[in-house]
């Protein structure tokens, strides 16, 4: 939806200079007539910033002159005192209210006080504005209903109250003639949709009333007058639902229809079809279900098609090769299924392509290098198979790819094809090649911002290939049999905040080259991007890269030594796991200096000493464990380390905490007993220990006779049996 704001902006920009030309502008030079010098200077008087409070004060008399400020001679008679006719103040940093002041320029047509700073409610004084046609009001901190007053604008022709903080329903407004724009999103409007306020023109072209609270089904009957006329139609972020309306395709001149995050469900009609001059087709997060209707053919200027997050089945429909204009394709996140039979040569606009999350199978299609264009491809979650095409080399625009969780063969060859899109900076292959050995000649790359090649099951060591990819801001290598150390060149690595290496085998110390990764000593943005692709991570989605925390991730190894005191150095680190290895020696108080951590897991590791004290400095911290080691001494008190749970320090068998037994006691606690043995106690049954203890001998001792019997070894106990008898006859003798 971004990348579609600049679109409405045009045609916000373009519609201004139209109004302006036709209201006949021009600004005199002789005084403006003294009511109006006066509600200006009221309203200037409102407010608490701003370029005009300084401007407007040097020329006190002629008000025509000041900035924003245009007016207009009724008759043309030069005699009489000009009328402000256009107050036009947007982005001046004015802060204050709205003066009601304003309500007594009763000549004005066009007020605009655009991307300011004003708050309060909209003065119901400017019900008075009658000739009023333009009025915009976006991008303040306005509150309160606005029902009224805007219901007295008759001749209003352009209304944006957009990116306020307006609330209430607009059922009272209705009877605009000659309205062509209507725009009240991002606000807190309730109730249902109100047909009457554009039933009254016949030549609507812009209705937004996205991002509100709006309930109910959709009724374009009052659009039947201007269903030739309608251009725009913006309802998304709403509660809306039930299915769409017949009448919707009616609307031929339509070229934006967005109806996102809401709740509307049943199939799209074939009678969209009609819809000819359709650009963008916004209708993500909705219920919609069954098939794709196959008319795409008809939409011949369509340039956006984003229906992601639904629930469409079936077939991707092969009239989409038909859309020549089309820019972006995203249906992720549905039940779509089969192979991709689509020709992409019929779309060499198309820039981004997300089929993620579906079940589409079979091979890639080769008439996606057609598409010289194409930026990013996300075909992650399905159930393609076979290999990376050789002419994927061809994709010189591509920047993203994500193959991830599908069934792909020949990681070798895969790497040796895509080593040849000069551009890539985002290569998702994780859950794929399952098994291989991870190539080690490779080159190329050297654009590469992120690398995913986890849960694989790969062989082999970190390859040195990837040495050359300095740009490397993402990393993740986890979950596979990768063996070896961890390579020292990770540490020039200028722009890694991400490293997961968990779940495989790697062995030797930590290079202490890793605590020289200047994106996590430095303060740095990670800004990088990819848009509409989302990146998965242990079932969580992220819509990019730097929205990971900064994090170095080495669980389950067999890495072994101390842990670098020099790792005070990583100032911008937020999490930092050595869980499950071999790491020996103390905990460094060092750790402590690192002030933005939020995790840190040194649990099932060989680590011996205490817990640093200076440890509750970190303020930040939100999981703490260091369960399993050879720890002893009290745990320190204070800050977050009261908040973590018992099950942080288990297995440390000198480790003492004040709050669960306090340091010193010789007191040993009791034993947990479970609900369900508590029930066995009682003054005539046998203690639950005393059940057990007879329960577990009981058991060894049929373990071994068993073993005696069924290993054939009866000989021997037979005979141990016999001497025990002859003993005991002995001494009865005796």
């Known amino acids: 939806m971004v990348g579609l704001i600049p679109m409405t902006c045009l045609r916000w920009a373009f519609f201004a200079c139209f109004v302006c030309s036709s209201l006949g502008l021009q600004t005199l030079s002789q005084s403006c007539d003294p009511s109006d010098l006066l509600a200006l200077k009221e309203f200037a008087g ?34 009489v005192a000009s009328r402000v006719t256009m107050l036009i103040l947007p982005n001046k940093g004015l802060k204050g209210i709205i003066s009601s002041s304003l309500g007594r320029l009763d000549k004005l047509k066009l007020l605009d006080l655009s991307s300011n700073h004003f708050e309060g409610v909209l003065p119901v004084e400017l019900v008075n504005l009658k000739q ?13 209903r606005v029902s009224q007053v805007l219901s007295g604008l008759k001749m209003i022709r352009s209304l944006n109250v957009s990116s306020n903080s307006f609330s209430g329903d607009l059922l009272e407004l209705g009877g605009f003639p000659n309205l062509a724009v209507f725009n009240v999103s991002n606000n807190s409007f309730t109730g249902m949709l109100n047909s009457k306020i554009w039933s009254a023109s016949n030549g609507t072209e812009i209705l937004d009333l996205s991002m509100n609270h709006f309930v109910g089904s959709l009724e374009f009957e009052g659009l039947a007058n201007c269903s030739s006329s309608i251009k725009e139609l913006h309802l998304d972020v709403n509660s809306l639902s039930g299915h769409l309306p017949d009448s919707l395709y009616s609307f031929s001149s339509l070229q934006q229809l967005s109806l996102s995050e809401n709740y509307f469900s049943g199939q799209l009609s074939k009678e969209l079809s009609k819809l000819t001059s359709l650009k963008n087709l916004i209708i993500f997060e909705n219920h919609f279900s069954g098939e794709l209707p196959n008319v795409f053919g008809n939409l011949t200027e369509l340039e956006f098609f984003i229906a992601n997050s639904n629930s469409f089945s079936g077939p991707l429909p092969l009239s989409l090769a038909l859309c020549s204009k089309l820019h972006v394709l995203d249906v992720r996140n549905n ?46 979650r399905n159930g393609f198979t076979g290999q990376v095409p050789e002419s994927f080399a061809k994709l010189k625009s591509l920047t993203f790819l994500s193959l991830s969780n599908n069934s ?95 779940n495989n085998s790697l062995t030797g110390e930590i290079p202490k080259n ?38 170095i991730v080495l669980r389950n190894n067999m890495i072994n030594g ?16 050595l869980s499950r290895n071999n790491i020996s020696g103390i905990i460094p108080s060092s750790i402590s200096e690192i002030g933005n951590l939020e995790v840190l897991d040194l649990s099932s590791n060989d ?80 203690g639950w220990k005393v059940v057990l203890i007879g329960y577990g001998t009981g058991l060894i001792i049929g373990l071994v006779l068993g073993y005696i019997f069924c290993t054939s070894k009866y000989e021997w106990f037979e005979k141990i049996y016999r001497m025990r008898l002859k003993r005991v006859e002995i001494r009865r003798a005796r």
């Open 46 to 79: 409102n407010l608490t910033n701003g370029s005009i409070i300084t401007s407007w004060s040097n020329n006190n008399s002629v008000c025509c002159q000041w900035d924003g400020v245009v007016c207009g001679n009724e008759g043309n008679n030069d005699s």
């Open 132 to 144: 009023l046609e333009v009025l915009d009001l976006s991008h303040n901190m306005l509150t309160g």
């Open 335 to 380: 039940s779509l299924s089969g192979s991709i039979d689509l020709n992409f040569t019929g779309l060499p606009s198309l820039g981004t392509l997300v089929l993620s999350c579906n079940h589409f199978s079979g091979p890639l299609p080769i008439s996606l290098v057609d598409c010289h264009q194409l930026k990013i491809v996300n075909l992650a």
């Open 408 to 502: 792909f063969v020949d990681l070798f060859r895969a790497l040796s094809v895509l080593q040849q899109c000069k551009n890539l900076t985002t290569l998702i292959l994780s859950m794929n090649f399952i098994g291989e050995e991870i190539p080690n000649n490779v080159s190329g790359f050297e654009s590469l911002i992120v690398l995913g090649l986890a849960n694989c099951g790969l062989k082999g060591h970190i390859p040195v290939w990837l040495s050359s990819s300095n740009k490397l801001q993402f990393l993740d290598l986890s979950w596979n049999h990768l063996d070896g150390s961890i390579p020292p060149w990770i540490g020039s690595m200028d722009d890694l905040f991400y490293l997961d290496l968990s």
């Open 514 to 551: 890793l605590t020289e990764l200047k994106s996590l000593i430095l303060s740095s943005n990670h800004t990088y991007s990819a848009g509409i692709p989302t990146i998965f991570k242990n079932h969580l989605q992220y819509k990019q890269a730097s929205s990971f925390p900064p994090s």
């Open 562 to 577: 101390t842990i670098p005191p020099e790792v005070r150095r990583w100032k911008q680190l937020h999490v930092l796991d």
């Open 607 to 686: 680590l011996i000493g205490s817990i640093p004290a200076s440890f509750v400095e970190l303020t930040f911290l939100s999981k703490f464990n260091v369960a399993y080691n050879h720890l002893h001494g009290g745990v320190p008190t204070g800050g977050q380390f009261d908040t973590f749970p018992a099950s942080s320090f288990d297995g440390n068998q000198g480790l003492c905490r004040e709050i669960d037994l306090p340091c010193g006691s010789s007191i040993v606690p009791e034993p947990v007993i479970p609900p369900q043995l508590e029930e066995l106690e009682s003054p005539f049954a046998f």
